[in-house]
């Protein structure tokens, strides 16, 4: 019998009960830099193995949230797919070039397609295979597989080596001996990699405007899981529902789901089509650089930006630290609902005429709805999940709330 999901809503209260053990998770996740983008689109694939319900004892919400926060699993290799459907706008390929020269491109490494910064921003549209493992906080492979070809980026010990065999080419940094330390006291501020780093980033948005329940159970790559649902009370998200699945016998989420409240197919789903917890042979973490190929060293590394170093701007960053790279960054609003705003000290909003080079400022516009309120007029650039009002006296706001939210929000923070 699925799991009775009548009793099963927990509240604030007891999530709070059990916040602060999720946050002693395993780090054994697979390279941070890598799911850069990823963490800031969300990817995923509607690939959730159905093969009949398993029959699992009875558990509620708050126990299953513990489950997780005491999931102690470090050693695994497997294969994730990942799906993004942000509905952007098809660009023929240029918004990839885009993202691919706003990211690499300079000195140290980051002209190289070896370079992870750059290379991983693939990630934020389509689908993808990639291959994981990892063996403890200081071995981590990730492999992006391609046509004909495959990128690889691999953590182990104090060395970072991103190899691309289509090119040859190849990237390399290092870790000091501190980074490793403090990245695990510092996990909780690392994009996600796994079905695991999404769904902490998950609950850490669950508080009062939030329905958690389980609801059924799954397998998924072959195993039985628990089904976590966590719901927006409020109207106004564009978040309908996050599904995790979660491993019953290790409480490691193995896939999540988010689906837009406006309908249709998910916005992000990443998940496990194959996984093992048998340690990963040794050498799948050995490295060394192909005959003939270009390596590219990044001399600029800075141990608390991660687990593969990387320089500091490259790395996840606070609210604190984004603060302080805007003018008066806040927030309005509450829970799902919460719009962040900051003044771009422009004085203007989309750049026009030569200051966007000809036609690039009314191109730009094309791609947004123009709105108007009490805040003056503005431009709202649109996707299935994130909302951005840009307006014309240079402020932005930006939420994963609808248009006409973010409106409101603009309106009342006037």
């Known amino acids: 019998m699925a799991p009775n999901e009548t009793d099963d809503t927990t509240t ?49 919400a708050a126990q299953l949230i513990e489950k997780i926060a005491q999931s102690d699993v470090e050693r695994l290799s497997g294969t994730v797919k990942i799906t993004t459907d942000l509905g952007l706008p098809n660009l023929g390929g240029l918004e990839s070039g885009l993202l691919s020269g706003a990211a690499g491109g300079g000195e140290d490494g980051e002209g190289s397609s070896a370079d992870p910064s750059g ?57 000091g001996e501190a980074g490793a330390a403090d990245t695990a006291r510092r996990g909780e501020q690392r ?121 500091p701007e490259r790395g996840p960053k606070s609210e604190e630290d984004l603060a302080k790279g805007f003018d008066g960054l806040t927030m309005l609003g509450e829970g799902w609902n919460s719009v962040a705003t900051f003044d771009t000290g422009s004085g203007s909003g989309l750049p026009t005429g030569e200051e966007a080079g000809g036609d690039l400022g009314g191109f730009l516009g094309s791609l ?17 999940l994130v909302n951005a009002l840009i307006t014309d006296d240079g402020k932005v706001y930006v939420g994963t709330v609808t248009k006409d939210a973010l409106v409101k929000a603009a309106e009342a923070g006037k």
């Open 191 to 311: 994009p996600p990699a796994t079905p695991k780093d999404f769904a902490e980033e998950a609950l850490k948005a669950v508080d009062d405007t939030t329905s958690v329940k389980v609801d059924g159970t799954a397998q998924v790559a072959g195993r039985d899981a628990y089904r976590l649902v966590i719901e927006p009370k409020q109207s106004g998200s564009t978040v309908g529902a996050v599904s995790i699945a979660v491993d019953h016998k290790t409480g490691m989420p193995l896939k999540v789901t988010l689906t837009p409240s406006s309908g249709g197919s998910a916005v992000v789903d990443v998940g496990f089509t194959q996984v093992s917890f048998d340690r990963p042979d040794a050498s799948t973490f050995a490295f060394t650089p192909p005959k003939g190929a270009k390596v590219a060293e990044d001399t600029e590394q800075d141990p608390r930006h991660g687990d593969f170093g990387g320089k």
């Open 119 to 175: 290379r991983l921003t693939e990630l934020a549209s389509g689908t993808h295979t990639l291959r994981v493992a990892a063996d403890g906080p200081d071995r981590q492979k990730l492999s992006l597989l391609e046509d004909a070809a495959e990128y690889s980026l691999i953590h182990n010990g104090k060395d970072v080596w991103g190899y691309d065999s289509a090119s040859n080419e190849v990237y390399h940094s290092t870790v």
């Open 12 to 60: 604030a209260g007891e999530v709070d009960e059990v916040r602060a053990g999720r946050r002693r998770a395993a780090r054994y996740v697979v390279p941070v830099t890598v799911m850069g983008v990823a963490a800031a689109t969300i990817g995923l694939v509607p690939a959730l193995a159905d093969s009949g319900d398993p029959d699992l004892p009875e558990i509620t």
């Open 368 to 384: 947004g709805d123009p709105v108007k309120g009490d805040f003056g007029t503005g431009t709202v650039f649109s996707t299935r």
